[in-house]
């Protein structure tokens, strides 16, 4: 069974920046994808980014170029820098561990971002 925390959500003005972090456990993390998705009131999750276990990035276009993500294998932790942030990406953010047979995702941890 595989657990995922994540921390770092907050509120911050258009413009700024955020890091969040989610913290894996029970698994072989170096070998599993790892990715960021986040869901706003009344819509649907999207995706926002993913790091293979390979080290390939793919993000989202809505945050492309402001977005990064990456891993921490010896601390089993994946990250999220967020900068340049807008009142659109106000959501939930959570963190998704895909095993190749299994999913897992977090509790989420929420973003919000003020005009």
């Known amino acids: 069974q595989v657990q995922l925390v994540e921390s770092g959500g907050g509120l911050v003005q258009a413009g700024g920046s955020l890091r969040l972090s989610c913290a894996a456990s029970?698994?072989?993390?170096?070998?599993?994808?790892m990715a960021w998705h986040r869901q706003a009131p009344g819509k649907q999750r999207e995706f926002v980014a993913v790091?293979?276990?390979?080290?390939?990035?793919i993000y989202a276009n809505s945050v492309k170029g402001r977005f990064t993500i990456s891993r921490d294998n010896a601390k089993n932790t994946v990250y999220l820098q967020m900068n340049s942030l807008k009142p659109e990406d106000t959501a939930v953010y959570l963190c998704?561990?895909?095993?190749?047979?299994?999913?897992?995702w977090g509790q989420g941890t929420q973003v919000t971002v003020s005009s």
């Open positions: 790091v293979t276990s390979g080290g390939t990035t």
């Open positions: 998704k561990c895909s095993t190749g047979y299994k999913d897992y």
């Open positions: 029970g698994s072989d993390f170096s070998s599993n994808a």
